[in-house]
């Protein structure tokens, strides 16, 4: 199939905001996301954004049923590992249902490779739900391996109240 | 650059005061930043050096950001050191629900455990998480380290892994290559 991956641009956050609707849904989440387009815009495109967007899209010719012509996406921002440097986290990959299979997800992740070690990054990291069957084969085929599995780390979090009582000093 | 001071007055130890100070500006740290680092784990897993930290963590858009927590000469370490904690954290992003601060590493030498200048580090990194309006604060633990667990889930932390399945994967520089030549 022909399509072109290239970076993503403020006009894209439409297409993006709707695109991470429909990964949340596939992830069975769709009440957790929060924030809307507009967020998107301000965090990613500013002076000092905390995420980059790169964008698969097809052809007008081969757009989707509704008419979308841009049609896959990664999030990715850059990490740091105290023991090896630079790295880069792949925050999201995504591609609609009915453009799978054509290697679209390969050239995306391909892509967020590249910048990673054109910026000196050493590894790259990201995280799949353990129900995820196809996305862990495709991870695993392209070389990645199971942190939480091989080494035991677990990925925590503390938010909301949790948060607010920390900061204000409580145990 | 600033400072928390706490007085604190705790056992036979007597150490009445530590300092927190977020290294930014203070390039003249990097030496410290790297032997408190160096101290978390083995060395031999370790391929960053000094200089790395240097030009990593100062710049326009430095990758990491780093508190120290300090004591005064008079409670300097057994071989000498006043630098006797730090964090490295960084900011990250979930398109779900915006900006978080993820905390990188996270330690206390020894000799100065069991006075509260882990918990100061944590309150003063999530203040940092709640002034530039992160929702939420992530990092990693291995399962095997049970104290670590069990003094995180004290102030609220959720293991991801465990509640939600999430695993964390890792692709190295290698096989990042060898994608890319795939292309």
């Not at chain 1, 880069?88 to 799978?100: A, G």
């Amino acid at each position: 199939m022909e399509f072109t991956i290239r970076a993503a641009t403020l006009e894209d956050c439409k297409d993006i905001s709707r695109m991470i609707l429909e990964l949340a849904e596939y992830e069975k989440v769709s009440d957790q996301v929060k924030i809307a387009q507009r967020d998107l815009e301000q965090d990613g495109f500013s002076k000092n954004p905390f995420f980059h967007g790169i964008i698969a899209e097809v052809p007008e010719h081969l757009k989707s049923k509704e008419g979308h012509s841009k049609v896959g996406y990664s999030l990715y921002f850059y990490t740091y590992s105290s023991w090896k440097g630079r790295a880069v986290y792949m925050e999201d990959l995504y591609v609609m249902p009915e453009f799978r299979g054509k290697g679209i997800g390969k050239a995306l992740m391909s892509k967020v490779s590249q910048l990673g070690l054109a910026a000196g990054c050493t590894q790259l990291n990201f995280t799949v739900l353990d129900w995820n069957k196809s996305s862990l084969d495709f991870y695993l085929k392209q070389g990645c391996w199971d942190v939480t599995s091989d080494l035991g780390y677990h990925c925590m979090r503390c938010e909301g109240d949790a948060l607010e009582h920390l900061a204000q000093g409580g145990l | 650059m600033f400072c928390v001071r706490n007085w604190q007055n705790l056992r036979k130890w007597k150490i009445k005061l530590f300092s927190l100070r977020k290294v930014s500006t203070f390039r003249g740290k990097c030496k410290d930043v790297f032997r408190v680092c160096s101290l978390c784990f083995d060395s031999s897993d370790c391929s960053l050096a000094g200089v790395d930290l240097l030009e990593d963590g100062f710049g326009d858009h430095p990758f990491y950001h780093c508190i120290l927590a300090e004591v005064p000469k008079q409670q300097q370490s057994a071989d000498g050191h006043v630098i006797i904690g730090f964090a490295m954290y960084y900011f990250t992003y979930d398109p779900w629900i915006g900006k978080l601060l993820y905390l990188e590493d996270f330690y206390v030498m020894k000799e100065f455990r069991g006075f509260g200048i882990g918990s100061e580090i944590l309150k003063k990194l999530s203040q940092t998480a709640v002034r530039t309006r992160c929702s939420s604060m992530h990092f990693i633990v291995a399962e095997w380290n049970k104290s670590s667990i069990e003094f995180y889930k004290r102030r609220g932390a959720s293991d991801l892994s465990l509640e939600e399945g999430w695993r964390l994967f890792k692709i190295d520089k290698q096989n990042l290559l060898k994608m890319t030549d795939e292309e």
